[in-house]
């Protein structure tokens, strides 16, 4: 009970499940159901700002949307913004639009 007060991290579920039947308690676990579909992917070549940021892999990786918003938000000062295609801006505004209400976390 002292480690379940004091927040401590290694509290098992079953500890948890325990002081809640002392206590008169039930714990209901939802299920989540699996999300509709695989988040669509990207080739990093196609796209020459995300090939600069991704430049440890091949041109011929592949990333979901979501690793790829990722990678512009990580690296958006090292990115020439300048040099981007309009492709790329439509494609960076997409992903700022689905994943991140709109807005780049920059």
């Not at 206590?23 to 676990?29: F, I, P, Q, R």
């Not at 440890?56 to 990722?70: H, K, P, R």
């Amino acid at each position: 009970m002292h480690r379940i007060e004091a927040g401590n991290p290694s509290v098992t579920i079953g500890a948890y499940v325990n002081v809640a039947a002392a206590l008169g308690l039930h714990v209901v676990v939802p299920v989540l159901e699996a999300p509709a579909a695989e988040p669509a992917s990207i080739t990093v070549g196609d796209y020459p700002g995300l090939r600069t940021l991704a430049w440890q892999t091949d041109a011929g990786t592949t990333v979901t949307e979501t690793e790829a918003l990722n990678l512009y938000e990580r690296g958006w000062r090292h990115l020439d913004q300048e040099a981007l295609t309009d492709d790329e801006r439509a494609f960076i505004q997409h992903l700022a639009d689905a994943y991140s209400n709109g807005r780049l976390l920059v």
